[in-house]
């Protein structure tokens, strides 16, 4: 066998080695399974506070209007939510339908979260996360 075919063997082993042991990772960083704290920071859950200022398709927040649970009120683009205590929050929709989705924060570090949500109402059942809604527009 020559050098060539034998390097060449070496470099396909090598890479098919490498790709071989490790199993698909569907996070950007970090082990298997286990997102690094940057990560997280960047989609609004535990490991920092990321400051949105845009909703998201970049359009940036025009205002904001107070959104108290419980209380009805006119839809508008998007909700965030400053969450400073975890837990789970209730929106309803225009047409009714409700969907109740996990928010997270602390008082030593509340998390501000934008969802795209034009809601009528933050609804007081279902919703147990400590935190301040406003209607962004």
Known sequence: MNMRAILLAAAISLVAGSYATHAYDPWP?????????????????????????????????????????????????????????AGNVTFQFPDGSTLTLPVYGSPSAPIWQIFPFAVTEILSSGTTATATYSNLK
Request: aromatic share 0%; no cysteine.
């Open 29 to 85: 960083t970090g082990s298997a399974g286990t997102p690094d704290a940057h990560v997280l920071s960047a989609q609004g859950v535990p490991g920092g506070t990321p400051l949105g200022t845009s909703d998201t398709q970049g359009a940036p927040v025009a205002g904001a209007v107070a959104l108290t649970v419980g209380v009805a009120a006119t839809p508008l683009r998007a909700v965030g939510v400053l969450a400073t205590g």
